[in-house]
C-alpha cells in the first residue's frame, strides 16, 4: 500500500510533528508555583502566535494564492481569509465560555486551561496543513522533504512550549502537558496520511492559501483575545513585555536553517 517515497514522506512528518514533545520537557524544569513563570510562558505563546501568522502562514497564504491568481487578488484574498479565520475562532470562543474575572489563584488557573486548550486546538490546526506541505514536498523530492521538516521541527519547539506551559500550570500534571502537546504535534502526521489517501488530488495553491489563511486568523485571535491579556493577569507587565518579543524574535530565527 504504502511506496517507498510515501513511507518515507509520513516518517518526515511524523517527527516534525512529535517534536513539539521536545518543547514541552520545558515542564520538567519549570516551578509551577511560579507566576512570573506562568507569566513569561503565556507571554512566548503568544509572541510565537503573533509572529506565525505574520511571517509565516500570512506570506504563505497570499504567495500560494497570487500563484492561483495573481498578486492583486491574491493579497486581497489573503485578508479575506484571515478574517474568516478570525471570525469563526470567534465562533468557536462562544462554546468555550471564559471564566469570571480571577479573584484568587484557583480562577487563574482554571483560566490557564482554557488557554492551554485554545492553544493546543490553534497549534493543531497550524500543524495539519504543514503535515500535507512535507509530504507532498517529501513525495516528490526526498532532499526537499528532509529541509522542510527540519524547518519545521525548529517551528515546533517553541510551539509545543506555548502548549505545555500553560496545561502545566493549571493542573500540575506533566502527563496532561504531555498528552495536549501531543495531540496538538500528531495533527502534522494525520495531515500527511490524509494526504495521501485522500487529499492528493484536490491539494493545491487555492486550497492551501485558503487553509493557510483562515489559519493565521485564528492564531491571531488566539493570540490577542487568550495569550496577551491571560500573560498580565498575574502582575509582571514588563516580564509579559519581554516575553512576548522574545516569542515574535525567535520565530523567524527559525527559517535560518
Do not use: C, W
Not at 513563570?37 to 506565525?52: D, K, P, R
Request: aromatic share 12%.
Amino acid at each position: 500500500m504504502f511506496e517507498d517515497a510515501a513511507l518515507r514522506a509520513l516518517i518526515l512528518s511524523f517527527f516534525a510533528g512529535m517534536s513539539t514533545l521536545l518543547g514541552a520537557l520545558t515542564i520538567f524544569f519549570a516551578n509551577k508555583k511560579s507566576e512570573k513563570l506562568v507569566t513569561v510562558s503565556l507571554g512566548f505563546a503568544g509572541g510565537v502566535m503573533l509572529s506565525v501568522s505574520f511571517t509565516d502562514l500570512l506570506p504563505n497564504a497570499t504567495q500560494l494564492l497570487s500563484e492561483y491568481y495573481n498578486e492583486k487578488l491574491g493579497i486581497v484574498l489573503s485578508v479575506v481569509f484571515l478574517l474568516i479565520g478570525v471570525l469563526f475562532a470567534a465562533m468557536l470562543d462562544r462554546f468555550v465560555p471564559h471564566e469570571p474575572e480571577p479573584d484568587g489563584d484557583g480562577k487563574k488557573h482554571e483560566n490557564l486551561f482554557r488557554v492551554g486548550f485554545v492553544s493546543t486546538l490553534a497549534i493543531g490546526l497550524h500543524n495539519f496543513p504543514e503535515g500535507i506541505a512535507t509530504f507532498m514536498a517529501g513525495y516528490e523530492d526526498l532532499t526537499l522533504g528532509v529541509s522542510i521538516a527540519l524547518a519545521i521541527t525548529m517551528h515546533n519547539i517553541p510551539e509545543g512550549i506555548s502548549v505545555a506551559m500553560p496545561i502545566y500550570f493549571a493542573t500540575g500534571s506533566k502527563l496532561k502537558a504531555f498528552k495536549y502537546t501531543f495531540l496538538s504535534g500528531i495533527a502534522e502526521p494525520i495531515g500527511a496520511l490524509l494526504a495521501f489517501l485522500v487529499l492528493k488530488p484536490f491539494i493545491n495553491s487555492l486550497t492551501l492559501g485558503m487553509i493557510f489563511g483562515i489559519i493565521s486568523g485564528i492564531m491571531l485571535y488566539i493570540a490577542i483575545e487568550e495569550l496577551l491579556p491571560s500573560s498580565k493577569q498575574y502582575g509582571y507587565s514588563k516580564e509579559a513585555l519581554m516575553a512576548i518579543f522574545s516569542g515574535i524574535i525567535l520565530m523567524p530565527l527559525t527559517h535560518i536553517i
